[in-house]
């Protein structure tokens, strides 16, 4: 198992499995089942292409693999695709998912395959779904331990079961090729390699001042502050509330945030919008405590924490499944801020060029190797500086993609965080075919109501697409 793996696993709780998931949402002329599922895996002979879906961990030899006690067909069951509540019974699906362990000594992963009626579950928007002409809806919820692998090698490894899977490898080749410069001379290379060691040195130590610096801005975080006032401290609510949405489409995103200023990014716009919401959450909170005479402090700034793949959130072809993943933390705009967007671009401009994310997985890396485990769970949840909400970006196709010989088409595709202990909201940013998705898994006692969540979250994005004078071009 790799460190990173291994502090996952050593640093959950019951409260917070390190288990991520997601659905593959698909329309096809025929359902599609656990059995059809099962035929392409064996098929496309995932199993020896990715050795790390046949593992499990080795419970008489801690951080290490063995071979799965459960079989394929154990682990790819059919179930029932959700009929009467539009949303609802999927949402409640995917809270089990994020919330209940998995048995890692037994499988590290396991997929559930359900069919109905087009538009029955609401994984597709309703948006999309007036486009399809299929007759039948497929869902492939899947969901795996951090200890296998990282989200970005996770989706990278589904990828393979996809009838355009070469295409997508060489594509990547292709892309790798672009970026490969002349050849340097060894002058060149040992001062490339002193200048990354001054980066480095230089990186760490501001690194390390920020995160000391937010430690100490924010003592507590403040959805717990709201808890406390509101006379509980239970934060072992096993339960997520859970939304999703398309948000809009790339390339309308893209446009915006160039329209907006220069160097501004779609991580940028997604952040802010995301803040944005927290703050309309807190003012909520803050409502219903002054209802019954209680305060809550105005929070001007707010700490989030962002997972970055260290390998640029691409499994690179013929690398094997693993954990590159590091994350930094953050200061951004929280309540009664008007400056949003360019106080997050010019925060998250200093940290994407800083050594932050790589500090990280290199601590978690050593601290799984000399530190009592028992000590993971308590650096995680510091390591968090009271952070609001986790926001993770996991880039997918910039097309539709098809299983089965064409029989299926993935029309959408959703991933969800696993909240890290002592952060109750995640956002997962997912693009897929020129559509951005956004997602959220939150405790409920942060985020009641995580379909309100969202449209706090678009709300803003509206207000930033109004003033940047770009068109919108789709509909919620």
């Given at each position: 198992m790799t460190s990173i793996g291994k502090f996952s696993h050593a640093s959950e709780t019951l409260s917070n499995p390190s288990v991520p998931a997601l659905f593959l949402a698909m329309t096809g002329p025929k359902p599609f089942q656990a059995a059809d599922f099962i035929k392409i895996w064996k098929s496309k002979d995932i199993s020896n292409r990715h050795p790390r879906f046949e593992q499990r961990l080795d419970s008489t030899n801690d951080g290490y693999f063995a071979p799965a006690k459960k079989s394929?067909?154990?682990?790819?069951?059919?179930?029932?695709?959700?009929?009467?509540l539009y949303r609802?019974?999927?949402?409640?699906?995917?809270?089990?998912?994020?919330?209940?362990?998995?048995?890692?000594?037994?499988?590290?992963?396991?997929?559930?395959?359900?069919?109905?009626?087009?538009?029955?579950?609401?994984?597709?928007?309703?948006?999309?779904?007036k486009q399809i002409s299929d007759n039948f809806e497929s869902i492939v919820v899947f969901r795996?331990?951090?200890?296998?692998?990282?989200?970005?090698?996770?989706a990278s490894g589904l990828l393979d079961l996809c009838d355009e899977a070469e295409e997508l490898k060489e594509e990547i080749k292709t892309q790798l090729k672009k970026h490969v410069g002349k050849t340097k001379t060894l002058l060149e290379k040992i001062r490339k390699w002193l200048r990354q060691i001054i980066w480095l040195c230089i990186g760490m130590?501001?690194?390390i001042f920020y995160q000391i610096f937010l430690w100490g801005s924010m003592p507590k975080n403040p959805f717990e502050v709201a808890l406390t006032l509101s006379g509980s401290d239970d934060h072992s609510t096993i339960a997520r509330t859970i939304s999703w949405c398309d948000a809009a489409p790339v390339a309308e995103i893209k446009k915006v945030a160039k329209a907006l200023g220069q160097d501004i990014t779609i991580n940028d716009v997604v952040v802010s919008c995301v803040s944005y919401a927290i703050s309309k959450q807190l003012e909520v909170h803050r409502l219903r405590l002054e209802a019954s005479g209680k305060v809550l402090p105005l929070?001007?700034?707010?700490?989030?924490?962002?997972?970055?793949?260290?390998?640029?959130?691409?499994?690179?072809?013929n690398k094997p499944m693993g954990n590159m993943i590091g994350a930094f933390c953050a200061r951004v705009p929280g309540e009664g801020v008007k400056n949003r967007l360019e106080e997050v671009h010019e925060t998250f401009s200093w940290l994407k060029r800083s050594p932050s994310a790589l500090l990280a997985y290199l601590l978690a890396r050593t601290s799984t190797a000399v530190l009592p485990l028992s000590w993971n769970k308590?650096?995680?949840?510091?390591?968090?500086?009271?952070?609001?909400?986790a926001i993770s970006n996991v880039k997918s196709s910039p097309r539709k993609l098809h299983i089965g010989e064409g029989s299926q088409t993935i029309q959408s595709v959703a991933?969800?965080?696993?909240?890290?202990?002592?952060?109750p909201v995640g956002v997962t940013v997912c693009s897929y075919a020129g559509t951005l998705t956004l997602t959220v898994a939150a405790q409920p006692w942060a985020?009641?109501?995580?379909?309100?969540?969202?449209?706090?979250?678009?709300?803003?994005?509206?207000?930033?697409?109004?003033?940047?004078?770009?068109?919108q071009t789709i509909k919620n």
């Amino acid at each position: 198992m790799t460190s990173i793996g291994k502090f996952s696993h050593a640093s959950e709780t019951l409260s917070n499995p390190s288990v991520p998931a997601l659905f593959l949402a698909m329309t096809g002329p025929k359902p599609f089942q656990a059995a059809d599922f099962i035929k392409i895996w064996k098929s496309k002979d995932i199993s020896n292409r990715h050795p790390r879906f046949e593992q499990r961990l080795d419970s008489t030899n801690d951080g290490y693999f063995a071979p799965a006690k459960k079989s394929l067909e154990e682990r790819v069951t059919d179930t029932t695709l959700p009929k009467t509540l539009y949303r609802t019974e999927l949402a409640l699906s995917i809270s089990e998912l994020l919330s209940n362990p998995l048995d890692v000594y037994k499988s590290l992963w396991e997929a559930k395959v359900a069919f109905g009626e087009l538009g029955a579950s609401g994984a597709i928007s309703q948006f999309k779904v007036k486009q399809i002409s299929d007759n039948f809806e497929s869902i492939v919820v899947f969901r795996s331990h951090h200890a296998m692998a990282d989200g970005t090698s996770l989706a990278s490894g589904l990828l393979d079961l996809c009838d355009e899977a070469e295409e997508l490898k060489e594509e990547i080749k292709t892309q790798l090729k672009k970026h490969v410069g002349k050849t340097k001379t060894l002058l060149e290379k040992i001062r490339k390699w002193l200048r990354q060691i001054i980066w480095l040195c230089i990186g760490m130590m501001n690194s390390i001042f920020y995160q000391i610096f937010l430690w100490g801005s924010m003592p507590k975080n403040p959805f717990e502050v709201a808890l406390t006032l509101s006379g509980s401290d239970d934060h072992s609510t096993i339960a997520r509330t859970i939304s999703w949405c398309d948000a809009a489409p790339v390339a309308e995103i893209k446009k915006v945030a160039k329209a907006l200023g220069q160097d501004i990014t779609i991580n940028d716009v997604v952040v802010s919008c995301v803040s944005y919401a927290i703050s309309k959450q807190l003012e909520v909170h803050r409502l219903r405590l002054e209802a019954s005479g209680k305060v809550l402090p105005l929070f001007k700034h707010i700490n989030v924490v962002v997972p970055v793949h260290l390998t640029g959130g691409v499994l690179l072809p013929n690398k094997p499944m693993g954990n590159m993943i590091g994350a930094f933390c953050a200061r951004v705009p929280g309540e009664g801020v008007k400056n949003r967007l360019e106080e997050v671009h010019e925060t998250f401009s200093w940290l994407k060029r800083s050594p932050s994310a790589l500090l990280a997985y290199l601590l978690a890396r050593t601290s799984t190797a000399v530190l009592p485990l028992s000590w993971n769970k308590f650096m995680l949840q510091k390591g968090s500086c009271n952070a609001c909400a986790a926001i993770s970006n996991v880039k997918s196709s910039p097309r539709k993609l098809h299983i089965g010989e064409g029989s299926q088409t993935i029309q959408s595709v959703a991933g969800f965080l696993p909240l890290p202990p002592g952060v109750p909201v995640g956002v997962t940013v997912c693009s897929y075919a020129g559509t951005l998705t956004l997602t959220v898994a939150a405790q409920p006692w942060a985020v009641p109501d995580a379909d309100q969540f969202l449209l706090w979250v678009l709300e803003e994005y509206r207000r930033l697409l109004k003033s940047s004078g770009v068109l919108q071009t789709i509909k919620n």
